[in-house]
């Protein structure tokens, strides 16, 4: 099994800056790619960024492409989601996943195709 803990959300005013983390525990794999989605009240989860767990690739919603930067960290195991300039849009609750990359399979950004996820962290944007 595989445990993922996010921290690093709060109540920030338009325009300020929020740094993500999520914590890896557990199993390990040898392909596999994290990423960050949120939900707003109301609204499916959706996709904002991901990162293969080599690093070399990186993927962002156009929503927030320019804003938000996705990076890890394989030391420590941990995936961190910066974002500036943030709106009042970008409130959500914020979560992390797992992806197990199996036979050559490309980075999704589809909720369903990640094994595990941690419990949320809430990013709330006052305007």
């Known amino acids: 099994q595989v445990q993922l803990v996010e921290s690093g959300g709060g109540l920030v005013q338009a325009g300020g800056s929020l740094r993500l983390s999520c914590a890896a525990s557990?199993?390990?794999?040898?392909?596999?790619?994290m990423g960050w989605f949120r939900q707003a009240p109301g609204k499916e989860r959706e996709f904002v960024a991901a990162i293969r767990a080599s690093g070399a690739s990186t993927y962002y919603a156009d929503s927030v492409k320019g804003r938000f930067t996705i990076s890890g960290d394989n030391a420590k195991n941990t995936v961190y989601l910066q974002m500036n300039n943030l709106k009042p849009e970008d409130t959500a609750v914020y979560y992390c996943?797992?992806?197990?990359?199996?036979?050559?399979?490309?980075?999704?950004?589809?909720?369903?195709?990640?094994?595990?996820w941690g419990q949320g962290t809430q990013v709330t944007v006052s305007s």
């Open positions: 996943g797992l992806d197990i990359l199996r036979n050559g399979a490309i980075v999704s950004r589809q909720s369903t195709s990640y094994d595990y």
């Open positions: 557990g199993r390990t794999f040898g392909n596999y790619a």
